[in-house]
């Protein structure tokens, strides 16, 4: 008799199986439509729980930076689901961090122009956050996340009386956690590196100042975790894959029209 989680595993990996703009396969069964509702109301809490910025110049920057790679994301990832329109807003934050979510929002940290030192190394990580929103990364770990809830909630469910039932939750929850929450989380990172680079490049941003941006992020933030421990890859791994695709990224820039939002 097949035991309930392992039908959910296969129902699981038979349902809503769909591609990346890179190509890769990646299941994403939450509606979009809820994922965008989830990234408007967390940016809501955002923006009540941290200041606006009032720096003019900083805000005149990022906005014409996220603008350009905007405007490049039809041409560049056709196909990609895509906002009506898109909030960027500055918060008056010293952290060197910036996100984007799904229903088109985009923060930037007062504190990350401290770290990426011109427009081109901002744009790379602008870009690596929008690329996170096209390739429906948030949808992808938060289907994971519910299913590897919905399999170890069933395990419980038919095992009780085990004497080792507890044992063996706590070490199927880790063992999902190293074994596909983590890898899944690593593989987002890299591939939201390729995109964010290609988008930058076509955008009319030097390519080359990405891998300067992360030798800069490895100044600011010290020491790291383990990398097979961590949900980034380490700076080292992260700007030798960069410089792997920079011919490929170089070709586009030559294509385009280089860019400069300096007030």
Not at 106 to 132: C, F, K, T, Y
Request: proline letters at 6%.
């Amino acid at each position: 008799m097949q035991r309930p989680w392992l039908l959910l595993l296969s129902l699981l990996a038979l349902s809503g199986c769909d591609n990346t703009p890179t190509g890769r396969e990646q299941l994403a069964l939450v509606p979009d439509t809820l994922m965008a509702d989830f990234g408007r109301q967390a940016f809501v809490q955002m923006q009540q729980q941290l200041p606006a910025s009032q720096d003019d110049n900083a805000n005149s920057q990022v906005q014409c930076v996220a603008e350009h790679l905007i405007s490049r994301i039809p041409a560049r990832f056709p196909g990609s689901p895509l906002p009506d329109s898109w909030e960027i807003v500055v918060f008056a934050d010293a952290t060197p961090n910036a996100f984007a979510l799904p229903g088109g929002k985009i923060g930037v940290n007062e504190g990350l122009l401290q770290v990426a030192n011109n427009d081109a190394q901002l744009a790379a990580v602008i870009g690596h956050e929008i690329a996170h929103v096209l390739a429906r990364h948030g949808n992808e770990r938060l289907t994971q996340e519910l299913g590897i809830k919905a399999v170890l909630f069933l395990i419980g469910l038919f095992s009780e009386g085990d004497a080792d039932t507890e044992n063996i939750l706590q070490a199927l929850g880790v063992g999902a956690w190293l074994g596909i929450a983590l890898p899944f989380s690593r593989a987002h990172e890299e591939e939201a590196d390729v995109m964010g680079l290609e988008l930058m490049a076509s955008a009319g941003f030097d390519p080359r100042h990405s891998t300067q941006l992360w030798r800069n992020m490895a100044a600011a933030s010290g020491a790291q975790p383990l990398e097979f421990l961590s949900t980034h890859p380490n700076h080292e791994s992260r700007i030798e894959m960069l410089g792997e695709k920079m011919d490929a990224a170089l070709r586009l820039y030559q294509q385009s029209s280089p860019v400069s939002c300096n007030p």
